[in-house]
T-cell receptor
Framework: QKEVEQDPGPLSVPEGAIVSLNCTYSNSAFQYFMWYRQYSRKGPELLMYTYSSGNKEDGRFTAQVDKSSKYISLFIRDSQPSDSATYLCAMSLSGGYNKLIFGAGTRLAVHP | NAGVTQTPKFQVLKTGQSMTLQCAQDMNHNSMYWYRQDPGMGLRLIYYSASEGTTDKGEVPNGYNVSRLNKREFSLRLESAAPSQTSVYFC?????????????FGPGTRLTVL
């Protein structure tokens, strides 16, 4: 079993839809949770991060962490065609710990 | 400020050939990483370097070697390429911030081994 599980999709939604992307994990010691966005044929870039449990909002994006369920989510409101990308969750044991564990990534397509 | 650069962008090798993937960053970061990305597998860590002069194995180091040439450059070498090493390779560097360590990725090298 992988440490981090993520549905690869693809997920296809109309412009303006609310998108929910999710990851589950098995290691209860993970403390830092991140979402990276990767456009086609580009490297990933950090989109959002949260520490421990709770929510974090940044514009149209909201990241949620439920440590009791070992479940993290990324919500995208009013989705735009420019949001079409692969979204990878990532997590680590601590801020100083060198290794990130990535999910497989979910491919999202937002069509006009 | 170019960020993280990688060369080459594309490469085709025959089984048994060797090659070196180059990576450089101009952000003065101490830590650098090499990942491979395969369909359905996500990013897997091959090797990392926490600081100049140190390197450590990641999740999938077999068949690879690395050199941290200086603070800017971190190269990945395939001594005898195998078809299983067909993948997209990403180099990254890391900065410590309050609350999170952020990794910055290069554009990737697409490698095909025939």
């Amino acid at each position: 079993q992988k440490e981090v599980e993520q549905d690869p999709g693809p997920l296809s939604v109309p412009e303006g839809a609310i998108v929910s992307l999710n990851c589950t994990y098995s290691n209860s010691a993970f403390q830092y949770f991140m979402w990276y966005r990767q456009y086609s044929r580009k490297g990933p870039e950090l989109l959002m991060y949260t520490y421990s449990s709770g929510n974090k909002e940044d514009g149209r994006f909201t990241a949620q962490v439920d440590k009791s369920s070992k479940y993290i989510s990324l919500f995208i409101r009013d989705s735009q065609p420019s949001d079409s990308a692969t979204y990878l969750c990532a997590m680590s044991l601590s801020g100083g710990y060198n290794k990130l564990i990535f999910g497989a990534g979910t491919r999202l397509a937002v069509h006009p | 400020n170019a960020g993280v650069t990688q060369t080459p962008k594309f490469q085709v090798l025959k089984t048994g050939q060797s090659m070196t993937l180059q990576c450089a960053q101009d952000m003065n970061h101490n830590s650098m990483y090499w990942y491979r990305q395969d369909p359905g597998m996500g990013l897997r860590l091959i090797y990392y370097s926490a600081s100049e002069g140190t390197t450590d194995k990641g999740e999938v180091p077999n068949g690879y070697n690395v050199s941290r040439l200086n603070k800017r450059e971190f190269s990945l070498r395939l001594e005898s390429a195998a078809p299983s090493q067909t993948s997209v390779y990403f180099c990254a560097s890391k900065v410590r911030r309050t609350g999170v360590d952020e990794q910055f990725f290069g554009p990737g090298t697409r490698l095909t081994v025939l």
